[in-house]
């Protein structure tokens, strides 16, 4: 899980290069700078956060296990299972984009 989730993030900084034609068409530079500024800070805050835990934790379970862990008594399972949702939605969302880039190569 923890090589995957390391793989996914790559994925996105590879998948979003292939958008940049439409996001210069639709919010011009001074927005796709922005975002890059502003997402770049939160990846930096993410990153941040997962090297804390993961010094703390074991890496085994990764991202699931350190949700039920970190979570108040008796919301462990559950907030687990949000985190392996919101990461497969993360993940998919990786892939339209990328697909959405090869599309436009290819077209």
């Known amino acids: 899980m923890s090589f995957s989730f390391n793989f996914s993030c790559v994925g996105v900084i590879s998948s979003s290069t292939v958008a ?5 068409a639709t919010g ?3 927005v796709m700078v922005a975002g890059w500024v502003i997402g770049s800070f939160f990846t930096i805050c993410v990153g941040c956060s997962l090297a804390e835990i993961c010094s703390s934790y ?19 399972p559950s907030l687990a299972f949000i985190c392996g949702w919101a990461n497969f939605i993360a ?4 892939i339209s984009s990328f697909a959405f880039g090869l599309a436009s190569i290819i077209g």
């Open 20 to 24: 940049f034609g439409y996001g210069l």
């Open 28 to 30: 011009g530079p001074a």
């Open 58 to 76: 074991p890496k085994m379970g990764s991202v699931y296990y350190w949700a039920g862990v970190m979570a108040p008594k008796g919301y462990g």
């Open 91 to 94: 993940n998919n969302a990786a």
